[in-house]
């Protein structure tokens, strides 16, 4: 055997064993959990949650860094560009796959620049009313939608929001004009729903649980496929009429798109195990969540078919962000 041919052999055995080694000395030093928005919202939480059983699962420190701005594209663009070697990651939801038709020029591609490692959890969304409606079903609300086309005004967390678009996606699946008031936050559109001056709310339990516990909102149907835990009489948007509408906020656990596969096993053995413990489950449900582990093949499969829908009622619906 010549020199050269042993040499070749040589790179080629390094090329082979080098994802192999990386993955079994990872993770080798604290792991950053690049949460894209401020402290205190959803994803902060949710990182929080799961960084800490996650941490005692790898056997080293994960560090929540909050990276807010610009709709959560600053922190997913950090943690796109990171090196891909399983020491950066992002918690990223739903958002993810809106921005990606909503915001024109994206410094990154979904798709393409991110890895899946696991979904962490759904949070459902509830249909939600004034009291004084006098709608008592989704049935009923629409019927007044039709009858005054563009009169009945639904409140938003604003334009691009999951609020915003989940109504859209109600208004195109069931050929109804309405007309959107956006505040800055969801809390703001909740007081003015109670305040009777607006007709309905699509929002996250989460934000409207308190108040549907105190009577001062109504709920009327779940956004999800299945009915809630929380409120088990309380039908879905499909047993309700509106065939084939689903939608839940989602949150997942994603790496730089480089990132070899076995440090993506590894991290989703860890991640499914912590979002499976009783400790992480526990907080889930304070928060209105339900644990959603998921393989990486499935969130991205997830993933994809979340980036088609949101593209064309973000299509249909007109809404634009810088």
Request: charged share 15%.
């Amino acid at each position: 055997m010549s020199s050269s041919t042993r040499i070749c052999m040589a790179l080629f055995a390094a090329v082979l064993t080098g994802p192999a080694q990386a993955a079994e000395s990872y993770p080798n030093r604290p792991i950053r959990f690049v949460v894209p928005f401020p402290p205190g919202g959803g994803n902060d939480i949710v990182g929080r949650i799961v960084a800490t059983q996650l941490a005692e699962r790898l056997g080293q420190q994960v560090v929540v860094d909050n990276r807010g701005g610009a709709g959560g594209t600053i922190g997913t663009q950090i943690t796109a560009n990171a090196p891909a070697d399983g020491h950066t990651m992002l918690v990223n939801n739903i958002s993810l796959a809106v921005n990606h038709t909503l915001i024109k020029k994206l410094p990154y591609d979904v798709l393409k620049d991110l890895a899946p490692v696991s979904l962490l959890g759904r949070q459902p969304n509830m249909v939600v009313v004034h009291p004084g409606n006098p709608a008592k079903t989704v049935r009923e609300l629409l019927e007044m939608a039709r009858a005054k086309p563009g009169q009945m005004q639904y409140g938003s967390g604003g334009v691009g929001t999951a609020s915003h678009l989940a109504t859209e996606m109600l208004k195109l699946m069931t050929s109804t004009e309405m007309t959107h008031v956006p505040y800055k936050g969801l809390g703001p559109a909740l007081t003015d729903l109670m305040g009777g001056r607006l007709h309905l709310i699509i929002s996250t339990m989460a934000s409207a649980l308190p108040q549907m516990n105190a009577g001062k909102l109504r709920p009327l149907a779940v956004t999800t496929a299945q009915r809630s835990s929380f409120f088990p009489s309380v039908p879905t948007m499909q047993e309700a009429g509106v065939k084939d509408y689903e939608f839940s906020t989602w949150y997942g656990l994603l790496v730089p798109a480089a990132t070899p596969t076995a440090i993506i096993a590894r991290l989703n053995t860890a991640t499914r195990a912590a979002v499976d413990s009783a400790p992480v489950k526990e907080q889930f449900s304070r928060q209105g969540l339900e644990a959603a582990p998921s393989t990486p093949d499935e969130f991205g499969v997830y993933l994809r078919s979340e980036v088609a829908k949101w593209a064309r009622v973000i299509k249909a619906s007109g809404a634009t962000a810088d």
